[in-house]
């Protein structure tokens, strides 16, 4: 028995056969059917929809070219994995396997990076909200704690001296790089004197142990000169540091903000054409580093905390079409099950979206709703995109940054998240969320339990 084909109703559309337009030439893509060979439809089916899914295998590659980027630039690279970035532990596992090393930014993430097996000494700990229990856990860990704010420097030298012990710390420093606005809320201020003074401050305390300078200048970076600018002021500070108390710095942190490859909204070409690759980030810090004043026989080690740009285009995010609708305007909208609870990226790119089924070749375009009652739950304001209906697959590429930490329960519980191993195996490594998953945690009143209706 022959399956009756859908009707759609005919259009006329203009071609465009010589020039591109500001879009290009081709709207559309090819059905993502598979991703690391298992079937889209077979992991919806067995693990439900939406579904959150990682490369093992791509994470993997990404980090060793990022690597290589960097190491056949400069002798002395380390690398340390962003936990805000994605903390899933499976997730933070995999680049530990591969030498990386913990960067966090709160106590949780802290205990969490311990919970995961990581030492202690190869544990960053930035960010401006560190309790006086995270920093004594820190310094009885022999953790690199990078101070942040005056009040947290006084409050390690009252620490160091009633333990008498001396905590490994760094500062963080805050600079013009030319890209504004500058990220001046975080750390000491390089052209105000601000980091100069700290520096002294901890030399002339000699209750700790100065070993590195950090910086993290914005997130999202397109342009790598700002890079060399910010290594070029660190390497300024480590030299006046060697010339005034011949104290030599351990190392460099350069910390992250790498671009990946998604598009920001607003941008004219796609972000995988745009975008800065890793190889010109590494050539801008590893030669300002190099061209420095620092002895070639003796450099600080570098340290990155690179984040998005190694785990954005390593996860997939599968969802369902629930229905389509045709707005007041004319447009023609489409609402599916993922909604911006779990796709917080979504107010910040054009996230590419795949149909997950072949598909003819009209398109139209199209705005991309999510389930949820609130207006702002819109994945994309536009995108041209074939006929889709209801039970259709969509494939939500690069989503690997930020949603499975910024995420939140909202209307709709959050899903699971699988990981393909480099076999192709597939592994739940977060569950869905249930009701039992909220109410757990729920405390109802005595007196509130009972009601007549």
């Given at each position: 028995m022959t399956t009756k084909k859908r009707y759609e109703r005919p259009v006329i559309k203009k071609l465009e056969s010589n020039m591109p337009n500001?879009?290009?030439?081709?709207?559309?893509?090819?059905?993502?059917?598979?991703?690391?060979?298992?079937?889209?439809?077979?992991?919806?089916?067995?693990?439900?929809?939406?579904?959150?899914?990682?490369?093992?295998?791509?994470?993997?590659?990404?980090?060793?070219?990022?690597?290589?980027?960097?190491?056949?630039?400069?002798?002395?690279?380390?690398?340390?994995?962003?936990?805000?970035?994605?903390?899933?532990?499976?997730?933070?596992?995999?680049?530990?396997?591969?030498?990386?090393w913990a960067e966090v930014v709160s106590g949780f993430e802290y205990d969490k990076a311990i919970q995961n097996g990581v030492p202690g000494s190869n544990i960053i700990f930035n960010g401006p909200d560190k309790s006086e229990q995270d920093l004594r856990k820190a310094i009885?860990?022999?953790?690199?704690?990078?101070?942040?704010?005056?009040?947290?420097?006084?409050?390690?030298?009252?620490?160091?001296?009633?333990?008498?012990?001396?905590p490994r710390?760094?500062?963080?420093?805050?600079?013009?790089?030319?890209?504004?606005?500058?990220?001046?809320?975080?750390?000491?201020?390089?052209?105000?004197?601000?980091?100069?003074?700290?520096?002294?401050?901890?030399?002339?305390?000699?209750?700790?142990?100065?070993?590195?300078?950090?910086?993290?200048?914005?997130?999202?970076?397109?342009?790598?000169?700002?890079?060399?600018?910010?290594?070029?002021?660190?390497?300024?500070?480590?030299?006046?540091?060697?010339?005034?108390?011949?104290?030599?710095?351990?190392?460099?942190?350069?910390?992250?903000?790498?671009?990946?490859?998604?598009?920001?909204?607003?941008?004219?070409?796609?972000?995988?054409?745009?975008?800065?690759?890793?190889?010109?980030?590494?050539?801008?810090?590893?030669?300002?580093?190099?061209?420095?004043?620092?002895?070639?026989?003796?450099p600080p080690l570098l340290i990155l905390e690179t984040g998005r740009a190694l785990i954005d285009d390593a996860a997939w995010l599968l969802g369902s079409v629930l229905t389509n609708k045709r707005l007041a305007d004319g447009r023609r909208s489409t609402i599916l099950d993922i909604g911006v609870n779990i796709l917080f990226t979504s107010f910040w790119y054009a996230h590419k979206i795949t149909p997950a089924q072949h598909f003819t070749s009209y398109t139209e375009d199209t705005v991309l709703y999510g389930p949820l009652c609130m207006n702002i739950d819109v994945i994309r304001e536009n995108v041209t995109l074939p006929l889709l209906h209801k039970g259709d697959h969509v494939v939500v590429h690069s989503v690997g940054a930020y949603n499975m930490t910024q995420w939140m329960q909202f209307i709709t519980l959050r899903p699971k998240v699988v990981l393909i191993d480099e076999a192709g195996k597939v592994h739940v490594i977060r569950d869905n969320e249930s009701m039992?998953?909220?109410?757990?945690?729920?405390?109802?009143?005595?007196?509130?339990?009972?009601?007549?209706?």
């Open positions: 500001k879009f290009g030439t081709r709207t559309e893509y090819e059905p993502v059917l598979q991703i690391e060979r298992v079937p889209v439809k077979e992991l919806i089916e067995k693990h439900g929809s939406p579904l959150f899914v990682i490369s093992e295998s791509k994470i993997r590659k990404t980090y060793q070219a990022a690597k290589q980027a960097f190491e056949t630039r400069y002798p002395r690279v380390q690398f340390a994995w962003s936990y805000k970035t994605n903390y899933i532990s499976a997730v933070c596992n995999i680049f530990h396997q591969e030498g990386s009885t860990n022999n953790s690199l704690i990078h101070i942040d704010h005056l009040d947290e420097l006084y409050l390690l030298q009252e620490i160091a001296k009633s333990t008498k012990q001396k710390v760094a500062i963080r420093v805050n600079m013009d790089t030319g890209i504004y606005p500058i990220w001046d809320r975080f750390g000491f201020n390089y052209e105000n004197g601000q980091a100069w003074d700290a520096l002294n401050k901890i030399m002339f305390s000699g209750s700790m142990d100065l070993v590195g300078l950090h910086t993290h200048i914005g997130t999202f970076m397109l342009s790598p000169n700002a890079y060399a600018i910010a290594a070029s002021k660190l390497a300024n500070l480590a030299q006046r540091l060697q010339q005034k108390y011949d104290h030599e710095i351990k190392y460099i942190d350069m910390g992250g903000g790498f671009a990946s490859r998604n598009t920001l909204k607003g941008a004219f070409l796609p972000g995988v054409d745009t975008n800065p690759t890793i190889d010109e980030f590494a050539e801008a810090i590893t030669s300002a580093l190099i061209n420095s004043d620092f002895h070639p026989k003796n039992k998953t909220i109410a757990d945690l729920e405390v109802v009143p005595r007196h509130l339990a009972d009601f007549e209706l």
